[in-house]
């Protein structure tokens, strides 16, 4: 559907989003003095602007005073009366601030969310719209919902499609002409052939009946424009007829002279604009609107002397739009319309129904309290929770003012003469709060890293609005517009994605270090407005709240699991984990990981990658992502954040383009086709003079051979982090890894040091988690078979899917020995979707080894191992089999044949 867009104005020079909707006249009594036609537009505007910035993340609104008033004068009640309307009649004060500086007038703007609205308000939809385009019946007469009417009827209308078991597919169709065939009192008369000029109804107008008179002129037009406001209400309602030729008051019929209007092209029309009339559905069944149009001779004196209409019409089981609902955002700084399906997607958003599939998950951020862009976030439970990294990360201290991260601090410090008296400077006035340094907020933000700049520091600071700092070299024309352009990323960010609630701005301040210029620039112009003192951060509480945002900001990636829900959803890396992904990359071009199995070394690869882009200015091709499987190298391309190639083709092909290297799953590589590291780091150190990057993610409990792996030596394994904190399995199939690890570690392949494995005695493990760990022994090849298909068949029914299931051997050649029998097995239980983990994204079960899964995880896996698996890397296979399960791990061994 067409998008329409706002001639409204977004303010590109300010670190928030700023609407100048032109010249409004202000003041009770000047518009009062207004013609009709001109208050309107005016008020049009306004409303416009409020919607999109209320649906957008909150912002501002600059009005141009049209009126010479030189004192302060208020905004206008039909201004106020309809940004009340605008917010569902709540509190004026708790979305909207004002203020008059000399001839601009500014509305501060609130982001939309729902715990701004008084508790007894019962229904709070998720977004603000100008006008919903849905009808509903009451009486005799017809009303417009507003948006808090429409959610509460949408809800109602997907409730009762659920509890009759049929799932709402909220998908947006046209209506067709079917017959209409109820019968009820009103029946027999309206199925007449013809009316008595002048006839007298024998029944009045009620929930169902509406009498409309034809117009005098524009006949067809005005027919048109009666349907799209009385066919959806009954639709909507308890369905109905519209009869039109029939004085409302009177009920006398008058019918439509057959000199003005000729009877089939207005059938044609009537039918036309019903036809085309929006329906969303709630029920597979994807119904039509039930409808019939009659059009019936009016005679006078037995003669013909036009013609009358009766539309009868049943109730609808979804919902019926007279047009396009009105609502507006923000989108790539332009104002434009939400479609039917955006504004339903949103009026409806969410979070997900967890249930079976993500019952070991705890919500950080919920969207029954959040701004409309917000995404779910959810963390496995155990792990810490959002307030818990908030006060290891970014700690409030009582009466105090302190910097984050010191190692940074002290290598800025040491670094740049003069930089720490000119930030000290800045932020004496300030007695409690953090101030929270970056070698560059760009990239943090997902944002490109810009030349010259030595730092930049976020001051969270008690009476104050946030500040970003940005420190330069030198002095540079284009400084103010970097920290805005990165404030400006970072308040959308902290409110659309961190989920922040209240009043926010962010002002900006360019600082130079260089002694030729002057020791710090004036207030950048993200700073000309004058925010009231609600957007400043009055104590702990608001700036803890404001912080927490900020962890889902930094600490939040794109959780698998969006693709099994069909929806997006974020998860927050560890404290550790967010700490490596912090580290100044130009200061660590080379950097070994350990990490134990399920630590999330993959999501880091993942991060890290996108960071590498934004620092270095990297196209996709420049950055090389190595593994040693097939369909962990596939999954990865998909992301199109990299090149990504196995090792093989790493050792065949030259790669003379390629500016930094990540390598993944490192304990499975092998020497056999030469020296891989030797050639990465060669490929890394071209140009001493530009910083490039490799990082190498390996987990030496999940070596799968016992050849050369070709990673250097431990003790050359320089600079090391380790990862200890295991994310991804359920409390069970924790404690078997653990068990496992240990065996691992007192009984290692010879491929491999001894030295790392004692990490498994620092392991953390997410204990809370409920799973499923069975183990079954002596089993036949027809039993193992037997068992998948019947645990498959009752996992399916209790509403898992394919796509969370895999079977896992132990080698490459074991794959098609199961295949065949597994198949079988599946097809008699009605499962036909498998497949091998190359196409792991894919809607069905994969059945491959245990190494080619490497990297990649599944909610259920069943693994099968034959008992004349090698010794020497039983417990590995095991725990690279264990690792790879979420919540359910099978292990079948079959007996020997």
Same mark, same amino acid.
């Given at each position: 559907m067409e998008k329409h867009y706002s001639r409204l104005a977004i303010k590109s020079s300010y670190s928030d989003l700023v609407i100048n909707v032109g010249k409004v006249t202000l003041g009770e009594s000047n518009r009062k003095k207004?013609?009709?036609?001109?208050?309107?537009?005016?008020?049009?505007?306004?409303?416009?602007?409020?919607?999109?910035?209320?649906?957008?993340?909150?912002?501002?609104?600059?009005?141009?005073?049209?009126?010479?008033?030189?004192?302060?004068?208020?905004?206008?009640?039909?201004?106020?009366?309809?940004?009340?309307?605008?917010?569902?009649?709540?509190?004026?004060?708790?979305?909207?601030?004002?203020?008059?500086?000399g001839k601009c007038y500014y509305i501060f703007v609130k982001s939309w969310s729902t715990d701004a609205f008084p508790e007894d308000i019962s229904v709070k939809p998720r977004i603000c719209s100008l006008s919903s385009s849905l009808y509903c019946r009451s009486g005799t007469s017809v009303f417009l919902m507003d948006s808090g009417k429409a959610f509460s009827f949408l809800k109602t209308k997907k409730t009762n499609a659920k509890s009759s078991g049929k799932e709402p597919f909220g998908e947006i169709s046209k209506v067709i002409h079917p017959d209409l065939h109820d019968v009820d009192p009103t029946y027999c008369v309206l199925q007449k052939d013809h009316f008595e000029h002048g006839e007298v109804m024998?029944?009045?107008?009620?929930?169902?009946?509406?009498?409309?008179?034809?117009?005098?002129?524009?006949?067809?037009?005005?027919?048109?424009?009666?349907?799209?406001?009385?066919?959806?209400?009954?639709?909507?309602?308890?369905?109905?007829?519209?009869?039109?030729?029939v004085d409302d008051k009177s009920r006398k019929v008058r019918g439509c002279a057959k000199e003005n209007v000729d009877?089939?092209?207005?059938?044609?029309?009537?039918?036309?604009?019903?036809?085309?009339?929006?329906?969303?559905?709630?029920?597979?069944?994807?119904?039509?609107?039930?409808?019939?149009?009659?059009?019936?001779?009016?005679?006078?004196?037995?003669?013909?002397?036009?013609?009358?209409?009766?539309?009868?019409?049943?109730?609808?089981?979804?919902?019926?739009?007279?047009?396009?609902?009105?609502?507006?955002?923000?989108?790539?700084?332009?104002?434009?319309?939400?479609?039917?399906?955006?504004?339903?997607?949103?009026?409806?958003?969410?979070?997900?129904?967890?249930?079976?599939?993500?019952?070991?998950?705890?919500?950080?951020?919920?969207?029954?309290?959040?701004?409309?862009?917000?995404?779910?976030?959810?963390?496995?439970?155990?792990?810490?929770?959002?307030?818990?990294?908030?006060?290891?990360?970014?700690?409030?201290?009582?009466?105090?003012?302190?910097?984050?991260?010191?190692?940074?601090?002290?290598?800025?410090?040491?670094?740049?003469e003069g930089l720490e008296e000119l930030i000290h400077r800045q932020i004496e006035p300030f007695s409690q709060g953090i101030l929270i340094l970056s070698t560059s907020w760009a990239v943090d933000l997902n944002l490109e890293e810009k030349p010259g700049v030595i730092c930049d520091a976020l001051l969270i600071a008690q009476n104050s609005p946030p500040i970003l700092y940005t420190v330069l070299r030198e002095q540079d024309a284009e400084g103010q517009s970097y920290c805005t352009r990165v404030a400006f990323t970072l308040k959308q960010k902290l409110?659309?994605?961190?989920?922040?609630?209240?009043?926010?701005? $962010?002002?900006? *301040?360019? =600082?130079?270090? &260089?002694? !030729?210029?002057?020791?710090?620039?004036?207030? /950048? %112009? @993200?700073?000309? +407005?004058?925010?009231?003192?609600?957007?400043?951060?009055?104590?702990?509480?608001?700036?803890?709240?404001?912080?927490?945002?900020?962890?889902?900001?930094?600490?939040?990636?794109?959780?698998?699991?969006?693709?099994?829900?069909?929806?997006?959803?974020?998860?927050?890396?560890?404290?550790k984990?967010?700490? $490596?992904?912090? *580290?100044? =990359?130009?200061? &660590?071009? !080379?950097?070994?990981?350990?990490?134990?199995? /399920? %630590? @999330?070394?993959? +999501?880091?690869?993942?991060?890290?990658?996108?960071?590498?882009?934004?620092?270095?200015?990297?196209?996709?091709?420049?950055?090389?992502?190595?593994?040693?499987?097939?369909?962990?190298?596939?999954?990865?391309?998909?992301?199109?954040?990299?090149?990504?190639?196995?090792?093989?083709?790493?050792?065949?092909?030259?790669?003379?383009?390629?500016?930094?290297?990540?390598?993944?799953?490192?304990?499975?590589?092998?020497?056999?086709? @030469?020296?891989?590291?030797?050639?990465?780091?060669?490929?890394?150190?071209?140009?001493?003079?530009?910083?490039r990057i490799l990082w190498i993610f390996l987990d030496y409990f999940q070596t799968s051979h016992v050849e050369c792996i070709g990673l250097p030596a431990l003790s050359a394994q320089y600079p090391r982090e380790e990862l200890t904190r295991v994310v991804r399995n359920a409390g069970q199939i924790a404690g078997y890894l653990q068990r496992v690890l240990q065996r691992v570690r007192k009984n290692p392949p010879r491929n491999i040091p001894h030295e790392p494995l004692k990490m498994c005695l620092e392991a953390k493990w997410a204990w809370d988690v409920q799973g499923t760990l069975n183990i079954k022994k002596n089993l036949t090849l027809n039993a193992i078979v037997m068992h998948v298909a019947d645990t498959c068949k009752l996992l399916f029914e209790r509403g898992y899917s394919p796509k969370d299931v895999a079977v896992l051997v132990s080698t490459a050649r074991d794959v098609e020995k199961y295949r065949q029998e597994l198949v079988k097995a599946m097809r008699k239980k009605g499962i036909v979707c498998l497949t091998n983990a190359s196409d792991v994204g894919g809607d069905h079960m994969v059945l491959d080894s245990v190494r080619?899964?490497?990297?990649?995880?599944?909610?259920?896996?069943?693994?099968?191992?034959?008992?004349?698996?090698?010794?020497?890397?039983?417990?590995?296979?095991?725990?690279?089999?264990?690792?790879?399960?979420?919540?359910?791990?099978?292990i079948l061994w079959q007996r020997d044949v």
């Open positions: 207004l013609q009709k036609v001109q208050r309107e537009k005016e008020k049009a505007k306004v409303i416009q602007a409020a919607c999109a910035l209320l649906n957008s993340g909150g912002g501002v609104i600059q009005l141009e005073m049209a009126n010479n008033d030189e004192n302060l004068v208020e905004m206008g009640l039909d201004l106020e009366e309809a940004l009340r309307t605008l917010i569902l009649f709540s509190n004026l004060q708790a979305f909207f601030k004002t203020k008059q500086q024998p029944f009045p107008e009620s929930q169902f009946i509406e009498f409309k008179q034809f117009a005098t002129k524009h006949i067809e037009q005005y027919t048109k424009d009666t349907i799209l406001e009385y066919i959806p209400a009954f639709a909507n309602t308890e369905g109905g007829y519209l009869v039109i030729g009877r089939d092209s207005l059938k044609k029309k009537i039918e036309e604009a019903i036809q085309k009339l929006s329906c969303v559905h709630f029920c597979q069944c994807q119904c039509q609107i039930d409808f019939t149009v009659k059009i019936l001779d009016v005679l006078d004196k037995g003669e013909l002397y036009g013609y009358a209409c009766v539309i009868g019409v049943k109730r609808f089981c979804g919902a019926v739009f007279s047009g396009v609902p009105s609502s507006w955002m923000v989108k790539d700084k332009e104002v434009c319309s939400l479609t039917t399906e955006e504004w339903l997607s949103m009026m409806m958003d969410t979070d997900p129904d967890l249930r079976q599939l993500c019952k070991d998950f705890e919500s950080q951020l919920s969207l029954s309290n959040s701004p409309p862009q917000s995404r779910p976030v959810y963390s496995k439970k155990g792990l810490e929770h959002k307030k818990d990294l908030q006060q290891r990360l970014f700690p409030v201290t009582p009466g105090c003012l302190k910097y984050t991260p010191e190692s940074l601090q002290k290598e800025l410090f040491l670094q740049n409110v659309n994605m961190g989920g922040y609630t209240e009043n926010l701005c $962010i002002t900006t *301040k360019v =600082l130079h270090l &260089s002694p !030729e210029s002057s020791a710090e620039s004036s207030a /950048g %112009s @993200g700073s000309v +407005i004058d925010y009231p003192s609600s957007y400043h951060l009055a104590d702990t509480q608001q700036m803890e709240a404001l912080l927490q945002s900020l962890v889902v900001v930094l600490l939040g990636f794109r959780s698998l699991l969006s693709d099994q829900l069909c929806c997006e959803v974020l998860n927050l890396l560890t404290a984990q967010y700490k $490596i992904f912090s *580290k100044n =990359l130009r200061k &660590s071009k !080379e950097l070994f990981i350990h990490g134990l199995p /399920g %630590s @999330g070394k993959t +999501i880091m690869a993942i991060k890290i990658m996108e960071k590498i882009r934004n620092t270095f200015h990297c196209k996709t091709n420049e950055i090389l992502y190595i593994c040693e499987n097939k369909p962990l190298k596939n999954f990865i391309r998909d992301k199109d954040i990299c090149q990504a190639v196995t090792r093989k083709s790493f050792m065949k092909y030259d790669f003379t383009h390629i500016q930094h290297i990540i390598i993944d799953e490192a304990q499975n590589f092998r020497a056999e086709d @030469g020296d891989w590291y030797r050639k990465a780091k060669t490929i890394t150190q071209r140009d001493t003079d530009c910083p080619r899964f490497s990297g990649l995880e599944r909610n259920i896996v069943f693994g099968i191992h034959p008992t004349t698996m090698k010794a020497a890397i039983l417990y590995n296979i095991l725990v690279c089999l264990a690792s790879r399960a979420n919540q359910q791990l099978h």
